[in-house]
């Protein structure tokens, strides 16, 4: 009479091929482990604490600053009032931002109008033309697809302040100079090499087969972008649009040049407030917080769009 061998606990079975053997891990599986096992180093979290500290100290002292009057802010640095802040003692204004909102020579409120104006078509133009670019780079053959491309991929290095003068001449040939179209074309032509180029990035990660699937199931280029690929690329849209909504409010240059007086952006009229010879520099500081509001709610309500879009295709097997 024969007996089976016992076949230790710890060892699982199956029902032809005996105990299994344990999952060789793949490269990108090695590198994510390598990657988390380093993110969560203490000295990495130390390090990161102290980065945001030193980062956030300016940001701190204009801040404080902003709520200082004009007499104070001369006479005394805005880290003395750090110890009057838990006693009491301290004493804050509004006038700062008063002025800056309403006074005669800068009245920001009515330039938040013009921001707007100037920001949401600048994000919707490019976005919309590089949509279809990239759709067109990554999933049509046509002669000269990859020459092409690598000459979008080139304009990123050519300079802004290189166009500036070519581009002002051609608007005041066509009689757009000081519109809002000269700033929304400036930066939809800034922003359209980069953009084509992330976005051509991400269709070319979404495999093949589904869009070989609706092929066969007798889809064209219209239903493939929109109901197949469009989906998809939802972070890599926020992303980029996040970016440059960010990139066109904050922008001093383009505004500068290509705006009229009554068209100027946000950005202009905060980089005035100081006056002519720099004296009313407390002004300026309630201006840059004014200023920065929008981004960082936009950035703080969108920000795990942005992460994910920009790590969606950062990592490859």
Do not use: C
């Not at 000081?178 to 074309?185: A, E, Q």
């Not at 290509?258 to 905060?270: G, M």
């Amino acid at each position: 009479m024969s007996t089976t061998p016992a076949v230790p606990a710890s060892v699982p079975r199956t029902e032809d091929t005996g105990p299994t053997k344990p999952r060789k891990l793949s490269r990108l599986e090695k590198r994510a482990i390598a990657t988390k096992g380093r993110l969560t180093s203490p000295w990495a979290s130390l390090t990161a604490v102290i980065l945001a500290v030193l980062w956030t100290i300016p940001t701190v002292g204009l801040l404080v600053t902003s709520f200082r009057s004009e007499i104070d802010i001369r006479t005394s640095g805005w880290w003395t009032v750090l110890p009057g802040i838990f006693s009491g003692e301290a004493e804050f204004t509004l006038d700062n931002y008063n002025q800056a909102l309403y006074g005669n020579g800068s009245n920001l409120s009515e330039v938040f109008v013009n921001t707007f104006v100037i920001t949401i078509p600048a994000v919707v133009i490019p976005i919309t033309v590089a949509l279809l670019a990239a759709y067109g780079f990554a999933w049509i053959d046509f002669r000269g697809r990859d020459l092409l491309f690598v000459g979008v991929f080139a304009l990123q290095v050519v300079p802004i302040q290189v166009t500036l003068v070519p581009l002002l001449t051609n608007y005041n040939q066509w009689g757009m100079q000081g519109s809002f179209w000269t700033v929304w074309l400036s930066h939809s032509i800034f922003a359209l090499p980069l953009a084509i180029f992330l976005l051509h990035n991400f269709m070319k990660d979404i495999p093949r087969s589904l869009v070989e699937a609706a092929r066969v199931d007798g889809a064209g280029h219209v239903k493939i972008f929109f109901r197949v690929l469009f989906p998809l690329l939802v972070p890599a849209i926020a992303a980029f649009g996040i970016f440059q909504f960010l990139w066109v409010w904050n922008d001093l240059l383009v505004g500068l040049t290509f705006a009229a007086p009554e068209y100027r952006p946000l950005t202009v009229a905060v980089a005035e407030l100081a006056g002519s010879r720099g004296g009313d520099w407390h002004i300026l500081t309630a201006g840059a917080f004014i200023a920065m509001v929008v981004p960082l709610v936009v950035f703080l309500l969108l920000q795990r769009y942005f992460v994910r879009g920009m790590l969606a295709g950062a990592v490859k097997g």
